[in-house]
T-cell receptor
Framework: KNEVEQSPQNLTAQEGEFITINCSYS?????LHWLQQHPGGGIVSLFM???GKKKHGRLIATINIQEKHSSLHITASHPRDSAVYIC?????????????FGKGTHLIIQP | SQTIHQWPATLVQPVGSPLSLECTVE??????LYWYRQAAGRGLQLLFY??????ISSEVPQNLSASRPQDRQFILSSKKLLLSDSGFYLC??????????FGPGTRLTVL
């Protein structure tokens, strides 16, 4: 089964700073998810990527399949970006047996 | 378009009482269905997944069970809740791995 490590666990930054969250996994995968969870608990899917880089607004996700590593970047961070960011990968690499999740990065952006 | 419903949104139950959480998906056929749980201070964990009616796979031994009586209905149950069953329960669906789409979640508090 895949294992996921995320870092940092907690991150506090000032508004406008460039944010990087890292994710490593143990088993080769077909794709990796970045998710956002707000205090109410609901999960929003930000990205699913299998290679290279994806960008959506101020969010950028990159993945290096050979290194089994992905990063999530936030440019010009804003207090509304405060949330828990979670990396997730297929539990067994690519089958239908669900996702394995990192423990999440709790991000706080201060005005 | 596809939608996923979960109810109730929040639930407070006494120890020893039964539990039934329901998840339904609209706008797709023969989805894979998943139940995840996030216990307090912990990451999301896969509980059950189903690739078809009546087909349930369990990932971890626990006080819970799942059933899939219809193609787009997934039910999470318990005969007697424990304090440790408290948490945030997420249902998800997929028709093409590794994509997954998450429901709004149910926050369960067992007192």
């Amino acid at each position: 089964k895949n294992e996921v490590e995320q870092s940092p666990q907690n991150l506090t930054a000032q508004e406008g700073e460039f944010i990087t969250i890292n994710c490593s996994y143990s088993v080769g995968i077909s794709a990796l998810h970045w998710l956002q969870q707000h205090p109410g608990g609901g999960i929003v899917s930000l990205f699913m990527l299998s290679s290279g880089k994806k960008k959506h607004g101020r969010l950028i996700a990159t993945i290096n399949i050979q290194e089994k590593h992905s990063s999530l970047h936030i440019t010009a961070s804003h207090p509304r970006d405060s949330a828990v960011y979670i990396c997730a990968v297929p539990a067994s690499g690519g089958g239908a047996d669900g996702l394995t999740f990192g423990k999440g990065t709790h991000l706080i952006i201060q005005p | 378009s596809q939608t996923i419903h979960q109810w109730p949104a929040t639930l407070v139950q006494p120890v020893g009482s039964p539990l039934s959480l329901e998840c339904t998906v609209e706008g797709t056929s023969n989805p894979n269905l998943y139940w995840y749980r996030q216990a307090a201070g912990r990451g999301l964990q896969l509980l059950f997944y189903s690739v078809g009616i009546g087909q349930i796979s369990s990932e971890v031994p626990q006080n819970l069970s799942a059933s899939r009586p219809q193609d787009r209905q997934f039910i999470l149950s318990s005969k007697k809740l424990l304090l440790s069953d408290s948490g945030f329960y997420l249902c998800a669906w997929s028709v093409m791995e590794p994509s997954q789409y998450f429901g709004p979640g149910t926050r369960l508090t067992v007192l």
